[in-house]
């Protein structure tokens, strides 16, 4: 069973930065993309920002201005990485952020979340 496994959230004042960390346990595909995507509540899940194997990277709605998306170095090249770095965050920038895992012919594998909050 895959795991997807986010970390790095917390609180952060605004202006901030952060780096959000997610690593699949295992990989189970030679085609794959990662994405972050993020939820406040009482609203859908948005697309943060998503990275394929290969390294290409795709970005929601006005989220490539503060937010970059890259793979980790990781010592089995071949496990899905993905880290999101949050620059200049604001308040607005709360919310939870979920890692996916996306691979042809597999169902999509969630972590569990990672909550950040931008306040004073």
């Known amino acids: 069973h895959v795991q997807v496994v986010e970390s790095g959230g917390g609180l952060v004042q605004p202006g901030g930065s952060l780096t959000l960390s997610c690593l699949a346990s295992?990989?189970?595909?030679?085609?794959?993309?990662m994405a972050w995507y993020r939820q406040v509540a009482g609203e859908e899940r948005k697309l943060v920002a998503d990275?394929?194997?290969?390294?290409?990277?795709?970005?929601?709605?006005a989220m490539q201005d503060r937010f970059t998306i890259f793979k980790d170095n990781v010592k089995d090249n071949d496990q899905p990485t993905a880290s999101l770095r949050m620059t200049d965050l604001k308040p607005e920038d709360t919310a939870m952020y979920y890692c996916?895992?996306?691979?042809?012919?597999?169902?999509?594998?969630w972590g569990q979340g990672t909550q950040v909050t931008v306040s004073a």
């Open positions: 996916r895992l996306v691979a042809g012919g597999h169902p999509d594998y």
């Open positions: 295992e990989n189970i595909s030679s085609f794959y993309t």
């Open positions: 990275i394929s194997r290969f390294g290409t990277t795709n970005y929601g709605p």
